[in-house]
């Protein structure tokens, strides 16, 4: 493949960012959830740190599940259209040829179309998979490789928001952890549309207003909590 044509693997993009901006969002939520309701900083880490660990294996055991399962029903659709290659072959070549009149193809063209596909099984059933079904091999059809992509970047993105706890007071620790996630999920964003398609600064403020609106429902959670159970609040009163 030239150099101009090398591809990136969207399926990788995608599990990436969906367990990193998880893991990151929700974690966010949760410290400053809890953050905002107690002064207490070994109390937001251990919250924080529990969030991330049930964050990064649910999400990990979800990327698995629903994987196996994808790939599992194309399997399965497969075998059907093998069976009905076997006992209705007249039926199936009729399909193929009706799928490709409609692409335009007539005549002799349309011919020797339906015959080349016809005359290799593999190639008959991949056509009838795409074609007809809509249907193809996922990407990453393993379950096990996309579990560990996801439980990766969900753990890392829940790492993120904690980190300002360990080194600043719980109030500065809260912004810092704010403008930390927003960061770099703005720079997530920016890096998704330059891999894939779509404006880089558009992209980069949808992921980065997600973190926002996460941060602040989190905040005022946490304020009426402490508020319904008399907690001190941090930077409130």
């Known amino acids: 493949m030239p150099e101009y044509e090398k591809h990136f693997r969207g399926e990788q993009?995608?599990?990436?960012?969906?367990?990193?901006?998880?893991?990151?969002?929700?974690?966010?939520?949760?410290?400053?959830?809890?953050?905002?309701?107690?002064?207490?900083?070994?109390?937001?880490?251990?919250?924080?740190?529990?969030?991330?660990?049930?964050?990064?294996?649910?999400?990990?055991?979800?990327?698995?599940t629903s994987t196996k399962a994808d790939w599992d029903y194309y399997k399965a659709e497969r075998a059907l259209e093998e069976n009905a290659i076997k006992e209705n072959p007249k039926d199936e070549i009729k399909e193929i040829r009706e799928i490709y009149a409609k692409k335009g193809f007539?005549?002799?063209?349309?011919n020797d179309i339906v015959k080349i596909i016809t005359s290799?099984?593999?190639?008959?059933?991949?056509?009838?998979?795409?074609?007809?079904?809509?249907?193809?091999?996922k990407f990453g059809?393993?379950?096990?490789?996309?579990?560990?992509?996801?439980?990766?970047?969900?753990?890392?993105?829940?790492i993120v928001p904690l980190v300002p706890f360990v080194?600043?007071?719980?109030?500065?620790?809260m912004i810092a952890s704010v403008i930390i996630a927003v960061a770099v999920l703005f720079a997530v964003g920016v890096?998704?549309?330059?891999?894939?398609?779509g404006n880089w600064l558009g992209s980069g403020l949808e992921l980065a207003l997600i973190g926002t609106l996460a941060a602040i429902s989190g905040y005022f959670i946490g304020i009426g909590l402490g508020a319904l159970f008399g907690t001190n609040v941090v930077g409130v009163g």
């Open 141 to 158: 059809k393993s379950p096990i490789k996309n579990g560990l992509i996801v439980f990766v970047a969900t753990l890392v993105g829940s």
């Open 167 to 173: 080194f600043l007071p719980i109030s500065n620790a």
């Open 13 to 64: 993009i995608g599990n990436i960012i969906l367990g990193g901006q998880d893991g990151l969002v929700n974690v966010l939520a949760v410290v400053l959830g809890v953050a905002s309701a107690t002064n207490d900083v070994f109390i937001v880490l251990v919250a924080g740190l529990a969030a991330t660990f049930a964050e990064t294996i649910s999400m990990a055991a979800v990327a698995y």
């Open 191 to 197: 890096v998704k549309a330059k891999l894939t398609v």
């Open 106 to 110: 007539k005549g002799r063209l349309l």
């Open 120 to 137: 290799n099984e593999k190639v008959w059933v991949d056509t009838m998979m795409s074609e007809e079904l809509n249907l193809s091999p």
